[in-house]
């Protein structure tokens, strides 16, 4: 079966620390990977996705990158955190349009 | 800028009452989808309506879409403590790539 993992679940980082948080699927190939940031209370902002090894669509303009080194792996990256990046940061997964997005448990970042 | 904007933010009512939520998006959409996030998790997928659907049941759920109007409802019928989550729209854009985007929810509380 398909599964998601995402990691760490809570990460506190100082202001101008480098930030590398990894999502990686099992049980599926080609997936589009999605990279998603939650303010409390409030919807999920659109980051980055991609639709293939090496493809990275970004969103926002922003403090932040993303890579996709092999097809079932996403990173989100920052070489130096933000007070403003704080947030609670989702990875997903679908087969495509269309179709369902899977959805890792989070990462609750904290920038000091 | 956010397609989805669910309405209402938040929504408080007693076990058993039903429960409504909707959704309006700005483009024409491939699909549109309901997804529930208990606090501080991830989000999990609920029902799915293609644009060439006018309503769809899943157990207490019903989901409508009118294109026309650009704009969905979710009705939780019978509601439990259970149900207490927040609930988000999502669309999926006709569009450039195969980006996934969701409104800012909505709130809802059941009261025991």
């Known amino acids: 079966s398909q599964t998601i993992h995402q990691w760490p679940a809570t990460l506190v980082q100082p202001v101008g620390s480098p930030l590398s948080l990894e999502c990686t699927v099992e049980?599926?190939?080609?997936?589009?990977l999605y990279w998603y940031r939650q303010a409390a209370g409030r919807g999920l902002q659109l980051l980055f996705y991609?639709?293939?090894?090496?493809?990275i669509s970004s969103e926002v303009p922003q403090n932040l990158s993303a890579s996709r080194p092999q097809d079932r792996q996403f990173i989100l990256s920052s070489k130096k955190l933000l007070l403003s990046d704080s947030g609670f940061y989702l990875c997903?997964?679908?087969?495509?349009?269309?179709?369902?997005?899977?959805f890792g448990q989070g990462t609750r970042l904290t920038v000091v | 800028s956010q397609q989805g904007e669910e309405d209402p933010q938040a929504l408080s009512i007693q076990e058993g009452e039903n429960a409504t939520m909707n959704c309006s998006y700005k483009?024409?959409?491939?699909?549109l989808q309901w997804y529930r996030q208990n606090s501080g998790r991830g989000l999990v997928h609920l029902i799915l309506?293609?644009?060439?659907?006018r309503e769809k049941h899943s157990g207490r759920l019903r989901v409508t879409l009118d294109t026309s109007k650009k704009s969905s409802s979710l009705l939780i019928t019978a509601s439990r403590a259970a149900d207490t989550a927040s609930y988000f729209c999502?669309?999926?854009?006709?569009?450039?790539?195969?980006?996934?985007?969701f409104g800012q929810g909505t709130r809802l509380t059941i009261n025991p």
């Open positions: 997903a997964w679908t087969l495509g349009s269309g179709r369902q997005a899977f």
């Open positions: 049980g599926t190939s080609n997936p589009n």
């Open positions: 991609s639709v293939g090894i090496g493809q």
């Open positions: 483009t024409s959409i491939n699909n």
């Open positions: 309506i293609r644009s060439n659907e």
């Open positions: 999502a669309t999926d854009i006709i569009q450039g790539a195969q980006k996934l985007v």
